[in-house]
């Protein structure tokens, strides 16, 4: 497994270390050119080292590249053109930098001019290099006509005229998924730009199904737990909010997942109104990064409206992740980083603070019982609590049971037995509970 992780990192620099070829390539190429005029000449003794280090970090490149690629998350055809073209640039950054080597000179030699259309020849295989994998990056229409003439919709006058789906529901959709789901890269071959592509879905089943929460996978994804595999967006990109997914569920639910249609015309859409309102930035409203259900569209009052950003500095300042969901109130969603262990004696003080203020709280694999976690009890207002991969028993179960607020607990390979678990369903928010390989 620490094989793999350390794989898909060093496959992850490969987007990094590709513009080091770039810069280095295109620097040679424009010494070699600049130096045909006499101002310039002085440039040509330039021109080798630069090469060189175009060709090692090429080479670079395409190991990182092809490391990458073992990920699987690349259309196949695609992948294979940027894979040619980027061994053929490292191929001929290094026969370029060879006929400048001395040894080199004095068995074969060729015309200056020639050397130089040689490196006109090797910028535009960069050009074309570059192009694929922006391809692949972006979709293959992200530098085209079709982008260029694309027009903004305009903004509707009021939230009752706007197109749930046009106006609403596919931005969404595009923002949050159409990077990895759009036409020229469509992972799992699902395209999220059209509802069409929708109803078809992709290698499982149809993404959206009219009337069918259950049935439409796009919605089974962005509502899984984080730690699920099958979660979506994937690779730590920025999840939807609860307002988001409140649209989206209420327009394959309520909505039957159609287009063409504003939000006036459709039945007992007040229910998204707001959140539809804030959306499209209309004065009043406010579209929170976390809102909360649609079963339960008031906020909990017991939230402070302020917190002590001192803390949350001195949180940030030991490691610790702290983002604020949002500012009125102040919720605050916490993650102690994996290995982080007693160390969290620590942060209790910090943490102790703005109890009241943390509505998400993440200490997964820390190795931490329940004496680590006595503060618990003061986190009144968390709504989800991720504790899996902890040495916990049953004895957490009672200052977990006086957090009224909390709606998912993650309790996957603890020690907490199904007798334990059995006693949180006491809790009148608690909705879901995972609890995989724990203690019978």
């Known amino acids: ?19 080091l070829p770039i810069g280095f390539l295109a620097l040679a190429i424009l010494f070699e050119l ?21 060709f ?21 055809p695609k992948m294979s053109n940027h894979k040619i073209a980027g061994i053929a640039l490292a191929v001929a950054a290094g026969l370029l930098f060879f006929l400048t080597l001395d040894a080199v000179k004095k068995i074969f030699s060729i015309n200056r001019w020639l050397f130089s259309f040689l490196n006109l020849g090797v910028f535009i295989i960069m050009i074309y290099t570059g192009h ?43 923002q949050r998924c159409g990077q990895c789901h759009r036409e020229g890269k469509m992972k799992g071959q699902l395209s999220v730009q059209t509802l069409e592509t929708l109803l078809k879905g992709g290698k499982t089943r149809p993404a959206v ?33 609860k307002a988001e997914i409140e649209i989206i569920q209420w327009w394959i639910e309520k909505g039957m997942a159609t287009k063409g249609k504003k939000i006036a015309e459709l039945k007992n859409a007040q229910a998204i109104q707001t959140n539809a ?18 079963e339960n569209s008031k906020i909990n009052p017991d939230i402070p409206t302020v917190f002590n950003v001192t803390q949350i500095d001195s949180l940030r300042n030991k490691g610790v992740n702290v983002r604020v969901m949002l500012h009125q109130p102040v919720m605050l969603d916490i993650t102690i980083p994996s290995g982080f262990g007693t160390a969290i004696n620590s942060i209790k003080s910090n943490l102790r603070s703005i109890a009241k203020n943390v509505i998400w709280l993440n200490v997964s694999n820390n190795g931490l019982t329940e004496n680590e976690l006595d503060f618990l009890p003061l986190m009144n207002n968390l709504e989800k609590l991720r504790m899996e991969k902890n040495p916990l028993t049953d004895k ?24 334990g ?20």
């Open 1 to 19: 497994m620490m094989l793999l992780t350390i794989a898909t990192f060093i496959g992850h620099l490969h987007p990094l270390i590709v513009h």
């Open 34 to 54: 600049l130096s045909h005029f006499k101002k310039f000449e002085q440039l040509k003794t330039s021109v080798p080292a630069t090469l060189f280090l175009g």
């Open 56 to 76: 090692v970090t090429a080479v670079l490149s395409c190991i990182f590249g092809y490391i990458l690629s073992l990920s699987g998350e690349y259309e196949i």
């Open 132 to 174: 694929q994998g922006g391809s692949l990056t972006h979709g293959s229409d992200y530098l085209s006509v079709k982008i260029i003439q694309e027009r903004e919709r305009k903004k509707p006058s009021s939230v009752e005229e706007a197109m749930l789906f046009e106006d609403i529901v596919q931005p969404i959709l595009i």
């Open 209 to 241: 199904v009219a009337g069918m929460l259950n049935k439409s996978e796009l919605y089974n994804r962005i509502t899984l737990d984080p730690t699920n595999e099958k979660y979506m967006p994937a690779d730590g990109k920025t999840p939807l909010t």
């Open 277 to 294: 309102a804030a959306f499209l930035g209309f004065t009043g409203a406010s579209f929170s990064n976390e809102s909360t259900n649609l």
């Open 396 to 419: 957490i179960i009672i200052p977990i049971s006086g957090l009224h607020h909390l709606e998912a607990l993650n309790l996957n390979e603890t020690n907490v037995t199904q007798q």
């Open 421 to 440: 678990i059995e006693k949180l369903k006491q809790l009148p928010g608690l909705k879901r509970v995972y609890q995989w390989n724990v203690t019978k």
